[in-house]
């Protein structure tokens, strides 16, 4: 996966919006398919997103959560 892939990837899952709209893999994967064909980078495999996805959350879970539930839940 290209650096560009993995900087969009984070970009979408830690957006504010994204993120307290409980986004799924499932709907970054969909927004990448688009922003892969606008920019035309090769697509990594849906599985390959899922694991850096974890990976991400395995370092940043805390930042996610935050995002995801405000300061107060936090």
């Given amino acids: 996966m290209t650096e560009e892939t993995k900087v969009y990837i984070q970009n979408v899952w830690f957006d504010k919006n994204f993120a ?4 799924t893999v ?5 927004a990448l ?3 892969s064909k606008i920019k035309n980078w090769d697509m990594p495999s849906y599985p390959t ?7 991400l959350m395995e ?9 995801a539930q405000g300061t107060r839940e936090w």
């Fill in 59 to 67: 370092e940043k879970s805390s930042a996610h959560y935050l995002l």
């Fill in 26 to 30: 499932a709907m970054l994967y969909q």
């Fill in 20 to 23: 307290q709209n409980h986004g």
């Fill in 49 to 55: 997103v899922n694991r850096y996805v974890k990976t």
């Fill in 33 to 35: 398919e688009g922003q």
